[in-house]
């Protein structure tokens, strides 16, 4: 799967990148496009669509470490623990899934920034939707909040 296979243009992929984020080989339909003679044109507003995207993911992956550097900071030390809402284990399950979950973001968020933007610099036609991204971080989230409620319930009750 890993294995690397040349394209048409005589640059190599892998057939794992091909497959998630599609080529004439790996879409449905793409093999009936003919072949181009002119580059293909880039609008501007595609530049700006492009960096818009960009910035909301970093907009969200910096929500998520706020969430928890605020966290951290906010929760101190009391001798008493029962006057604390949350306990200081739930605060460290928070910080050590939403720090980590943050920087997955922002790499995600560079890595399809830079990936759309080299289409758009050779001119070249790409296939810009990304199917499988916000899926799978949407998927983490989720997955993140239930570890989250579980571990704060399980600490609420015993």
């Known amino acids: 799967m890993t294995s690397i296979l040349n394209n048409m243009n005589g640059t190599t992929t892998s057939f794992l990148f091909d497959k998630l984020y599609g080529t004439k080989q790996h879409t449905a339909g793409a093999e009936l496009q003919l072949p181009r003679k002119v580059p293909m044109r880039v609008e501007p507003k595609s ?3 492009n960096e818009r995207t960009f910035l909301s993911w970093m907009g969200m992956a910096i929500t998520l470490g706020g969430v928890s550097s605020a966290l951290v900071g906010f929760s101190g030390s009391s001798e008493d623990a029962t006057e ?20 997955l973001i922002m790499c995600y ?17 790409g296939f810009f939707d990304d199917k499988v991204g916000p899926i799978t971080v949407a998927v983490l989230v989720l997955l993140t909040l239930v570890t989250i409620f579980t571990v704060a319930l399980i600490d609420y009750l015993f």
């Open 109 to 125: 968020a560079l890595f399809t920034f830079e990936w759309r933007s080299k289409f758009m610099r050779t001119k070249q036609i």
């Open 47 to 49: 530049y700006f669509a």
């Open 84 to 103: 604390n809402l949350i306990s200081q284990r739930t605060i460290d399950v928070v910080t050590c899934i939403y720090s980590p979950l943050s920087v």
